[in-house]
């Protein structure tokens, strides 16, 4: 790829879908204002107490009023001209140690002094903007696809350590990013803290945006970590040049959005569904027209189901279930939620209203001050929590904790597909792994001399992952637990199931059950977590040539 070439293919495959960005917005109605509230407090809160943080640390050079102003000037800028939407921006905690460290510096040095300090920020940023904008433009954001699920879950799950860490003591992770301070010999240019600050704001950016289009989620519309890195680019001149620290992805806001958008739009297909089918009950049509009324509800609404979802949907419908000897109809009401597709309601408004909303909190910032510190920090406690569900590592975590007499209660609730496809053993021995390097990231941010270079261990994973992982385990078990996509194949039949949490008792007894009886026992295996997203199940080129 030349340069250049990654953001025009970003721009372009972005351009296609821009106009639905905003109809799609205005199709759900009042009801856009749910996720839209939501993601407000998840984003404005913390910018508060990173504001209170900035003040203390710079003797109130810089202030919550910076750093709600920051975020709603790239917050607006991004939702209307961005590539990916769901992105959520804001000034995180990186950013607000690399201005301490900046401003500490400062009044030691008797030719800078306070005075000088957001002048001298202003140029790191000047130098911060103009990497981004160098990285983009050389197509460095490609680095992105080789990241995995293991790096993406390992950043989410360090994010919610240090929010829990911040909840608990506001001013520890401060105490430990503050003593690289003396490490570093800046200067009066910032191109070396510019250079830092760069290398922050691409990987949390990128991961943030990863995150936010995790394949769970089924997204329709293309990413766009390029063009976005060059927006990101000139946000943060337009910061530097404002005297506001600049703002970057932030996690777990941005996949936090996504799950929000994700029930919105679950409840607008459900609507839709069952009124079109409590219309064809009503009319007394046969089970063919049910499920055609319903199918054409799904491709009405541009959800475009896969072969294998309308194919789950048809047997439902079609079959009469037997109760008690009595045969029960399909009701929408009562079963249609089993058989909904997982989509997201791909829009620019809500990041829009949120956006909108944190600039408006500024007329109210006497107000905001008032706020109880303990509220702030009670609130990342609550965010932490909140991004549990969903990240695998810490699901397979509370797995090693239950008693395999009672591994079959997993069985017989919605849960991963892993749990089935993958031998007990080998999922212990890929947490452990993981926790391994979970423990020793996190060892890096106590580092004196180096806690601000905490993305290197995940860059290193990538190797890893790509020539240690595949010699410990299995290509299929590897690609259920880690999903890379560089090892995908589109439309590949998936292989046979493993039940690994349930002794295979009954040996060869089982082989004359009919395929569909088959089928039906597993019909969890397309469900993955407990929100009921849907898992792409795809094969290991290498086991696809043995099929």
Known sequence: MGPFSGIAQDVKGRAKCYKHDWIGACCSGIRILAPTFYIFFASALPVVAFGEQLSRDTDGSLSTVETLASTAICGIIHSIFGGQPLLILGVAEPTVIMYTILYEFCIKRPELGAKLFLPWAAWVCVWTALLLILLAVFNACAVITRFTRIAEELFGMLITVLFFQQAIKESKIMAIWSRVAMGFHCRLWGSHDGGLLDSTILYCTN??????????????????????????GIMTLICGILGLPPANGVLPQSPM????????????????????????????????????????????????????????LKKAVMKSNEKDGAKENFDPDKHIDAYLPVRVNEQRMSNLLQSLLVALSLLAISVIKRIPTSVLWGYFAYMAIDSLPGNQFWERILLLFIPPSRHYKILESSHASFVESVPFKSIAAFTVLQFVYFVI?????????????????????????????????????????????????????HATHNISLRDKETGDNDSDKSSEDYYDAEILDEMTTHRGELKLRTVHPEEANRM
Not at 281 to 302: C, H, P, R, T, W
Not at 453 to 465: A, D, G, H, K, W
């Open 207 to 232: 991961v943030a945006s990863k995150m936010a289009q995790q394949k769970e989620f089924n997204l329709q519309k293309p990413s766009a970590y390029h063009y976005d890195i060059f927006l990101l």
């Open 257 to 312: 959005h996504t799950k929000s958008l994700a029930v919105l739009r679950r409840q607008l297909i459900r609507k839709k569904v069952v009124k079109s089918a409590k219309e064809c009950i009503k009319q007394q049509g046969s089970n063919s027209e049910l499920y055609g009324k319903m199918q054409a509800v799904f491709l009405e609404m541009d959800t475009a189901p896969t072969d294998k979802e309308l194919e789950t």
């Open 441 to 493: 990231c996190y060892g890096v941010t106590w580092i004196p001399t180096g806690a601000i270079l905490f993305p290197l261990p995940f860059f290193f994973l990538i190797t890893i992952r790509e020539h240690l992982l595949p010699k410990l385990f299995k290509p299929n078990h590897l690609q259920e637990l880690d999903a890379a996509e560089y090892e995908e194949i589109a439309g590949a039949p």
